[in-house]
């Protein structure tokens, strides 16, 4: 893996700003430094204020600070220089740094060479990725707690039970005369080591969740209320809402956070029988919507009732996670037709808060079981956690019956995925898709 050549990026945003930083990392660092700054043996930790000089022209006045090797980010020499913003600035100390012989980095490349220089595991990186990428103070608290390393303190943790146990069992087998395999300590380190494992994965899915972000599309007939839900939910006056049925015609989506899990909210258009060629296209497309959903909200109106159209939407969410919605509480009748399955009143229009009520179902349906103990990031550390804690699952239930050899590999197994997820055995490939996630400069 190629991590000696000298690397930068610019890691404040393109476009006009006050200042733009271009971040330097490698062997390289200090020459340049000296070549267009005249800093020569800069500092670990200092700042310095200078003027670039670049073929005997003032190009620019910078801040340049310093991290010297092995103390800095990315392990290697770094230099962060603040320069004015602007796209023609920033690009013509770029093409300096280029002509002095300087790569340009790739997406997350400074976060790799950290990586690989032992700076930080795998978990850590992925975590950077996901304070990022935070849209919830949650993701962001989360993402800041496994760079922090909770996440790799607990699989060392499991890891140091896994071994203590194999130690056992492998010893029982090489040597039978001197180590016993006691089944009741095996049985008791086994339920421990169940234990840590469960603490890993409990939150596993809701970490996903929480990354990736749910879709919610909300859905019903013409003139139910749905734009207005809509706009009380995201708490602005995004959707046009008018007493026509057939007003929305596209799906309109918007992020909002619903106990710390960011979901895109859809609003779409009103299922009728119409002859208007745009709405016709916008129901065919919440159709098509209600299989990319992760969660449904049907809404229906208190003064008309749960009628054959609803029945009909819900015989097409049989596939689907939803919720149901009785709305307009404030004009409801009687001796109207109502779901059989659960719902819950409203009245869009009246109510004072009706997010509190919504989110709460939202989160009860998709099972957010997600607490500060969460700190799974991705689906990549979700599967492994869970097949790790499958193998353990496995075999707490046989154990009395699994013989030493097969309880050995079954250990071996687990500490092979376990340092799949520390990044300490990784293939090339799989480390090239991490980092390709990242944006350029980090
Ligand atoms: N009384 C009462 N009227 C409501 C309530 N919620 C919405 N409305 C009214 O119902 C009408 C339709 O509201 P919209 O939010 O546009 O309904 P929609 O389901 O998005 O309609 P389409 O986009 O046409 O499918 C508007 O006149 C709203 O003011 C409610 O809780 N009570
Ligand atoms: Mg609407």
Redesign the pocket.
């Known amino acids: 893996m190629e991590t000696r050549k000298t690397i930068f990026a610019q890691i404040t945003p393109p476009g006009t700003s006050a200042i733009s930083v271009i971040r330097i990392s490698g062997q390289g660092t200090r020459s340049i430094l000296k070549e267009l700054v005249s800093i020569d043996n800069p500092e670990h930790h200092r700042v310095y204020v200078r003027k670039i000089t670049y073929e005997n022209k003032i190009i620019d006045k910078a801040i340049v600070s310093f991290f010297a090797s092995p103390n800095s980010y990315t392990g290697e020499d770094i230099a962060e220089i603040s320069i004015h913003g602007g796209f023609a600035s920033s690009r013509r100390i770029k093409n300096i740094l280029i002509k002095s012989g300087l790569t340009p980095a790739k997406e997350g490349e400074f976060t790799k060479k950290a990586f690989l220089n032992n700076k930080m595991d795998l978990l850590q990186a992925e975590s950077i990725l996901s304070i990022i990428e935070a849209r919830t103070v949650e993701q962001l608290d989360r993402g800041i707690s496994v760079s922090n390393g909770i996440f790799s303190n607990k699989l060392s943790v499991l890891r140091k039970e896994i071994i203590k146990l194999k130690s056992i069992v492998s010893g029982s087998i090489d040597f039978p005369d001197d180590i016993s395999y006691d089944i009741n300590i095996v049985k008791n380190m086994l339920s421990n080591i169940n234990k840590v494992a469960s603490d890993i994965s409990e939150n596993a899915q809701s970490g996903i969740m929480m990354s990736k972000g749910i879709k919610i599309l909300i859905t019903?007939?013409?003139?139910?209320?749905?734009?207005?839900?809509?706009?009380r939910l995201l708490k602005e006056d995004r959707?046009?809402?008018?007493?026509?049925?057939?007003?929305?015609r596209d799906i309109i989506g918007e992020w909002i956070n619903i106990e710390g899990i960011p979901a895109i909210l859809m609003?779409s258009?009103?299922i009728?029988n119409t002859n208007a060629q745009a709405e016709k296209e916008g129901i065919k497309r919440v159709y098509e919507m209600y299989k990319q959903a992760d969660i449904i909200i049907l809404?229906f109106d208190l003064?008309k009732g749960f009628n054959e159209e609803e029945n009909n939407i819900l015989s097409k969410l049989k596939n689907n996670k939803y919720i149901i919605i009785g709305?307009?509480?404030?004009?409801s009748v009687d001796n109207i037709n109502l779901p059989k399955q659960k719902f819950i009143r409203?009245?869009?229009?009246?109510?004072k808060d009706i997010s509190e009520t919504i989110n709460k179902t939202i989160s009860e349906k998709m099972g957010f079981t997600y607490n500060s103990k969460s700190f799974i990031l991705n689906e990549r550390e979700a599967d492994i956690v869970l097949s790790i804690k499958k193998i353990i699952q496995d075999i707490d239930e046989n154990n009395t019956k699994a013989s030493p050899e097969i309880l050995d590999e079954s250990l071996k197994l687990i500490l092979e995925k376990i340092s799949n997820l520390t990044g300490r055995i990784t293939d090339e490939d799989i480390l090239n898709n991490i980092f390709s996630n990242f944006c350029i400069g980090k």
Do not use: L, V, W
Request: charged content about 20%.
């Open positions: 019903g007939k013409s003139n139910t209320g749905k734009s207005t839900i809509f706009n959707a046009i809402i008018t007493n026509e049925p057939g007003t929305t609003d258009a009103g009728r809404i003064s709305n307009k509480n404030d004009i409203i009245s869009a229009i009246n109510d």
